[in-house]
């Protein structure tokens, strides 16, 4: 398809105001009157909280009230709570004290006391199952989104049938299998088993989960931060206790989220429900201490994998097992979707995946860019490298005789896939990267320092349907697209957005995105994640822009005579096919809807679009030419975004320190709608990758139940001095045929294919040697290289 | 645990040495001096620990800049790090200084924080940092030293109830250099060398150095000693930047007809102290540089050094470390 905006770079309308710093994150309102509040928060790890006295602090001058969990909207006995007397991590707020300042708010808490009755905690997944294990919370010690909660104890005989070196593996909560496992491992000329732990890791948002609060009589006016807009409103009201129209959700920019801001979390509602208690405006700044504890984190994995392939590589038999830690509510599902991942990437034959979701005393755990799949790349991609090398074939011959294509199916499901390019990902890295000639140079040596080379691929299900696009075009013939996409940062908000001008034929100077202010009129959007932005507001947009096209070429045959066939749209205008005095600017167009109302001017709308999308149509009825619809475009498979990554590493034998001397990412993300954005987040994605292969930590002093990770520094993200300043990039730019622009989405698996990569490239220098575990550090590189035992035992978590 | 709040305290910013002193004496053991005040304030923002008058040494214009004298170069303790990073005569005649510094925390940080304050920075132990009853902080117990303690970061050497290490980048450079610390307080002026002034548990366990109640560093004075030495440093580290060292090594040698006639080394982070690597200099003194020299130095390097459950891969760090200096 030829498009006159999509696949063009353009300025985000946002980028000035981040640039210049005059950005406004919800920090930075203050409203008259504003007060600050402070939270009392959870210093062991699971407890009972009782007889809280409050004299002393409310006494002090400048205290306002305390909110306490006995006052807040009550959430389901597994959900993340807004305050608890029962908390079940270090860190989780009990109460909330608002003062005149946040330093009165802190000594107010330090004036407070209660009895604090210390419960079991566990923060390792395997000490909760042996039997007699402690349980993280009461109601047992295994959950998930469909799990109702439960005691599990596996038998002794599993541990010890497992010995130290493996994952034992119980009784599971979900198992699902396809094909014939047992003949596909019988006819595999080379198996492999190995035992792995991935690291959970906090989200570590640079924007803290801030968030100001006021009421206006009913409404709550809401400044919070968030990587989404329209989607977690819902859930937020709820949180506060309102209806949906009385929460005024403003969220304009966002300091990350990469995942744990993606939908409603329950920490907005406390600055809302003080400010309805003490009836002043109230802002609660989030400490980074405090986020890295309630600003949940990824699940870590203690897993097993048996690989079995046949001499050309091909994978013919996978059998995966997944101990998800689970943190000690719901938790998310990225143990489910590991299982997915494997079974796309690499196409077995036949597979059996099973797992159990087991709670701890740490952080809630939500999404985490490419939440599963991500962590499975990092755990399986090195032992794709180790099955090459043993039945010497080339990594990257390996890799793509697993690939999956367009007639892929994965998952015990056996779902469909719209589109997968993964193997053509593949060659355009290798030709990118110089594969053949770099490959030779894996062992190289100079002094202590070896070359290592690595491939990594990753996947995600990368995009949705169902949702409503929304646009309005005013009496100056303005375009306003109305997005209720958030900002990430990926400058989707806009780069989907212009579809709606692209079907249009309008000029982007003449388009105006709005956004990040529920109060504007934001239609029924999806939230900010699961790289679905691309493939699911593209979608709705283009189904806004449809009905838009529709009714202007009705009201251009209303008033000039004719019907809708006899017209088109060009240069911003409706014109007569055969008569080219019949014509009508978009201006004028704008004006005749409001003149004759209806559907056209938004006065009524279609009864599919969500009741969001019908408030905001009626909060713009009468001011233009409404253009809205439901995206019920066909969908009929899973949007597979793959990504591949390159990249070779000069490592230190004797320090353990490496440099990546070269990247190359590869995405699979359809047509491209913005280049300068894909490039940044496949580079973005790297770095991010890279951390989660190579730096981040998320450490538990296993006898406390004490994080050791608190902190940017202490969780050792990579500084921009940590990573390479150049980094390359290619996008297949192959179209999915259920976009109606061909795009699908990519933000998380260039993360999970550079962190693969990353792991596969250090293995790789070090002779094929697998740590399996994420992250490789250094001390484990030297105490390797030294010849020496590692710290950890090999399904050891919250190792130093 | 950490609360990022501070909590009130009056500030007093004096703007001469004999000023500080006075408030020094008036305050006694109710004050806390704050030079660039990144240790500082990360104690009083996780309100683990509490000064009552905070005594900002930034207007003091005397304890800033670096002179060249007779017997080498004498630093002011309030000269921030970039400033020492990028000085002509340190990157000529002490380039160890320089390279050491260089590698501190990250830039940012080395433009506010100061070389003082780098010295006297307290423990970087997470547990007595999360502010923990441990020892150091007045408690009756160790958790980084148990069957679970998270402490990869931790002493081979020196243990004593405390396992915490010297964090500093700069402070085995300033006991290769043969620095010496000048002190001052309300009676007067005292100096200490650096290789004494650095003090581990077994002498005070809630302190790092020798500076007492009342007393400040105003000067490290470096002598000609080690000037235009052969210098290697080289630090080991999770991250290239804002990171504290696994190890670091700093090494000063003079090398006459072809063997080593005059070395120093010493290693960070392996101890509460910088760790004079005194049997290193013992062996190489006098022999050639070569592999089998390096093999016997990083032998001797780690003789007597005890792992915890976490970091023996700090001994053959600390022995690669020693090699490489030896190499180079």
């Known amino acids: ?800 | 645990m950490a609360k990022d709040m501070m909590p009130a305290f009056e500030l007093y910013q004096p703007d001469s040495l004999d000023n500080a002193l006075e408030l020094l004496s008036r305050f006694g053991d109710r004050s806390w001096i704050v030079a660039g005040g990144h240790d500082s304030f990360d104690w009083f923002k996780d309100r683990t620990k509490y000064a009552q008058y905070v005594i900002d040494l930034n207007n003091v214009n005397e304890l800033k800049g670096i002179n060249e004298t007779s017997e080498g170069i004498e630093i002011g303790a309030m000269t921030s790090l970039t400033e020492i990073e990028l000085n002509d005569v340190i990157r000529q005649r002490y380039s160890l200084l320089s390279d050491a510094v260089s590698r501190v925390a990250s830039p940012q940080i080395r433009h506010i924080g100061t070389i003082g304050g780098n010295l006297n920075q307290d423990a970087r132990c997470w547990y007595y940092r999360y502010g923990v009853d441990c020892y150091r902080a007045g408690g009756n117990s160790c958790y980084a030293d148990t069957p679970e303690g998270q402490n990869r970061e931790h002493c081979l050497w020196g243990a004593s109830r405390c396992v915490a290490v010297s964090p500093s980048d700069v402070a085995p450079a300033m006991v290769v250099l043969e620095a010496t610390m000048v002190i001052a307080s309300a009676n007067g002026l005292r100096e200490v060398p650096a290789e004494d002034y650095f003090i581990g548990p077994n002498i005070d366990i809630e302190r790092m150095t020798v500076i007492e109640p009342g007393e400040v560093l105003v000067s490290i004075k470096i002598p000609n000693t080690w000037a235009n030495a052969m210098f290697y440093f080289e630090k080991v580290a999770d991250r290239n930047t804002w990171d504290f060292p696994l190890v670091n090594i700093s090494r000063a040698m003079f090398i006459e007809n072809g063997v080593v006639s005059r070395i120093r080394m010493a290693a960070g982070a392996v101890e509460c102290i910088p760790r004079r690597l005194s049997v290193v200099e013992q062996v190489v003194a006098g022999s050639e540089l070569n592999e089998e020299t390096a093999e016997l130095a990083s032998q001797a390097a780690i003789r007597g050094a005890t792992p915890l459950n976490f970091n023996h891969f700090k001994i053959p760090l600390l022995q690669n470390l020693v090699k490489r200096a030896l190499r180079a």
């Open chain 1, 1 to 800: 398809m030829a498009f006159n905006l999509i696949g063009k770079n353009f300025t985000p309308p946002d980028i000035y105001a981040k640039v210049t710093g005059k950005a406004k994150y919800a920090e930075d309102f203050k409203v008259e009157g504003m007060v600050f509040c402070r939270l009392l928060t959870s210093t062991i790890p699971h407890a009972r909280v009782s007889n809280i006295n409050l004299d002393e602090a409310l006494s002090m001058p400048g205290v306002l009230g305390v909110l306490t969990a006995d006052e807040v909207t009550d959430t389901d006995i597994m959900d993340n709570p807004i305050l608890t007397n029962h908390p079940k991590f270090i860190g989780q707020p009990i109460l909330a004290v608002a003062a005149e300042s946040e330093q009165i708010a802190q000594d107010a808490i330090e004036k407070i006391s209660f009895a604090i009755e210390a419960l079991p905690f566990t923060v390792d997944p395997l000490e909760s199952l042996f039997p007699g294990g402690p349980n993280a919370r009461m109601e047992g010690n295994v959950a998930n989104p469909g799990i109702e909660p439960e005691e599990v104890k596996w038998q002794v005989s599993d541990f010890v049938a497992a010995g130290e070196n493996h994952l034992p593996m119980g009784s599971p909560s979900r198992e699902w299998s396809y094909g014939d496992l047992d003949n596909a491992f019988a006819s595999s000329v080379y198996i492999l088993e190995e035992s792995f732990v991935t690291q959970g890791l906090s989200h570590n948002s640079m924007e803290p989960r801030t968030a100001l609060a006021y009421w206006d009589g009913d409404k709550c006016i809401l400044h919070a931060s968030s990587q989404s807009q329209s989607f977690p409103h819902p859930g937020v009201a709820s949180y506060i206790g309102i209806a949906p129209e009385n929460l005024v959700f403003i969220a304009e920019f966002c300091g990350g989220g990469f995942g744990s801001k993606g939908g409603a979390y329950p920490y907005v509602a406390i600055p809302a429900l003080m400010s309805k208690k003490i009836n002043r405006p109230v802002m609660m700044r989030i400490s980074r201490n405090e986020e890295a504890l309630i600003g949940s984190a990824r699940p870590g994995f203690q897993g097993r994998a048996r690989l079995g392939f046949d001499q050309n590589g091909k994978m013919l038999a996978a059998d995966l097992y997944i101990v998800q830690d689970n943190g000690p509510t719901n938790g998310f599902n990225d143990w489910l979707s590991a299982g997915d991942a494997l079974s796309l990437v690499y196409t077995p034959n036949a597979m059996r995946f099973r797992g159990i979701p087991v709670l701890t005393n740490t952080p809630h755990r939500g999404p985490q860019r490419g939440p599963g799949q991500n962590q499975i790349a990092n755990a399986i991609e090195p032992m794709i490298d180790k099955a090459a090398r043993e039945l010497n074939i080339d990594p990257l011959a390996i890799r793509k005789i697993n690939a999956p294509n367009n007639y892929s199916k994965y998952g015990g499901a056996q779902t469909s896939v719209t589109s997968a390019y993964l193997s053509e990902a593949l060659d355009q890295g290798a030709e990118m990267f110089n594969w053949n000639e770099r490959r030779q140079r894996s062992g190289q040596r100079n002094g202590s320092k070896v070359t290592g080379i690595g491939i990594g691929t990753a996947y995600h299900s990368a995009g949705s349907n169902g949702f409503d696009g929304l646009l309005r075009i005013d009496t100056d013939g303005i375009l306003h697209i109305h997005t209720g996409v958030g900002n990430l940062g990926t400058y989707s908000h806009t780069s989907t957005s212009r579809v709606a001008a692209e079907v249009l034929g309008y000029s982007w100077d003449r388009c105006v995105v709005e956004r990040g202010d529920s109060s504007k009129g934001l239609p029924w959007n999806l939230g900010q994640f699961g790289s679905n932005t691309s493939f699911t507001m593209t979608r709705t947009n283009y189904a806004a822009a449809q009905d838009a096209v529709i009714k202007i070429k009705q009201l251009a045959a209303l008033r000039l005579g004719g019907s809708i066939e006899d017209y088109e749209l060009q240069n911003e205008r409706v014109q007569h096919f055969n008569d080219l005095n019949l014509s009508l600017s978009f201006a004028e167009v704008a004006q005749i809807a409001i003149d004759e109302g209806g559907s056209y001017s938004g006065l009524t709308y279609p009864d599919e679009i969500n009741p969001m999308t019908k408030r905001a149509v009626g909060h713009l009825a009468g001011s233009g030419l409404i253009g809205v619809g439901r995206d019920n475009l066909a969908r009929s498979g899973s949007v597979a975004a793959l990504a591949a990554g390159f990249i070779e590493i000069e490592l230190d034998l004797e320090t353990g320190d490496w440099e990546i001397k070269d990247y190359v990412g590869i995405a699979d993300c359809g047509t491209v709608l913005h280049p300068l954005g894909l490039s940044h987040q496949v580079k973005g994605g790297a770095v991010m990758g890279i951390g989660l292969a190579g730096y981040e930590r998320h450490i538990y002093d296993p006898q406390n139940g004490l994080p050791a990770h608190l902190g940017l520094c202490h969780s050792k993200l990579p500084t921009y001095l940590d990573v390479p300043s150049e980094m390359r990039w290619g996008a297949v730019a192959l179209e999915d045929p259920e976009n109606p622009v061909g795009a699908k989405g990519i933000g998380e698996p260039v993360q999970g294919c550079a962190s693969a990569a990353l792991l596969c490239a250090i293995s790789d220098a070090l002779g094929g040697h697998l740590f399996n575990r994420t992250p490789v550090v250094k001390d484990m590189i030297i105490n390797f290289t030294a010849g020496q035992e590692q710290s950890y035992g090999p399904l050891q978590i919250s190792s130093a």
